[in-house]
């Protein structure tokens, strides 16, 4: 029976290990990506963005919520401060890289909480990339 829980704790704990941490709250109206201006980042495709439509805020949502927790502390430079605003006045910040190189993974860091990283998998930050960079 001890081992039986064991290896249950421990599938679960495995499945949890991908999970993100992050979460997008109810009611979000808008996504404004602001440029980070510095030099030793050659951001010439960085353009001040703000998003609104259902379709693009469903797209950043669903890539946030699939990011997963990067271990250990960052070391980073990040190309965008993004701004989720909500329908009731609250907003959450992040500080966001995505590169316009389809071959990376994305990053999202909590401004409140800037030593953990998230790492957004390449298929949801090369979606990312078509709104950004396009």
Do not use: W
Not at 89 to 98: A, D, E, I, K, R
Not at 103 to 123: C, F
């Amino acid at each position: 029976m001890k081992r039986l829980l064991f290896i249950l704790f421990m599938l679960v704990t495995m499945l949890c290990a991908g999970c993100s941490d992050l979460k997008v709250g109810h009611g979000l109206k808008s996504i404004a990506l602001d440029c980070v201006e510095s030099p030793s980042l050659s951001n010439r495709d960085c353009k001040n963005q703000f998003y609104d439509d259902d379709q693009t805020l469903k797209k950043f949502k669903a890539a946030i919520e699939k990011a997963n927790r990067i271990p250990g502390a960052l070391d980073y430079q990040s190309e965008y401060t993004m701004t989720l605003a909500y329908k009731n006045g609250n907003q959450s910040v992040f500080y966001f890289s995505l590169t316009s190189n389809r071959d990376y993974n994305g990053l999202i860091v909590e401004q409140s909480n800037s030593e953990n990283g998230y790492s957004i998998p390449k298929d949801k930050a090369n979606e990312l990339r078509d709104i950004v960079y396009r």
